[in-house]
């Protein structure tokens, strides 16, 4: 079992910027494959923001490119999601996502964070 922890929101003013972390832990050895990014606001549907490959290709939503950045840092299974120039818009709960894979069975599996709240004021 993978538990993933995110941290980071909170509320800011429209123009300043936030920054997302996502951490998996496990008792047994494993690595993250492709992860991302996804939002939903009240109302609407959840949206992909960024996706980040194993290889860290990435693949942004419009409404995230030249704001937003997806880092990810392997040997800690860590994602990050830089935001800057935030607003109202953005405001969102916030998912991290992805595959793990088992580094004694090759058994892929997926995860979604619990969800981080992101409110941007005008």
């Known amino acids: 079992q993978v538990q993933v922890v995110e941290s980071g929101g909170g509320l800011v003013q429209a123009g300043e910027s936030l920054r997302l972390s996502c951490v998996a832990s496990?008792?047994?050895?494993?690595?993250?494959?492709?992860a991302g990014w996804y939002r939903q606001a009240s109302g609407k549907e959840r949206e992909m923001v960024v996706r980040?490959?194993?290889?860290?290709?990435?693949n942004y939503a419009d409404s995230a490119k030249g704001r937003f950045t997806i880092s990810r840092d392997d040997a800690k299974n860590t994602v990050h999601l830089q935001m800057n120039s935030l607003k109202p818009e953005d405001t969102a709960v916030y998912y991290c996502?992805?595959?793990?894979?088992?580094?004694?069975?090759?058994?892929?599996?997926?995860?979604w964070g619990q969800g981080t709240q992101v409110t941007v004021s005008s």
């Open positions: 980040i490959s194993s290889g860290s290709s990435t």
């Open positions: 996502n992805g595959w793990t894979v088992s580094v004694a069975t090759g058994i892929t599996k997926a995860f």
């Open positions: 496990s008792g047994s050895a494993f690595s993250v494959n492709a």
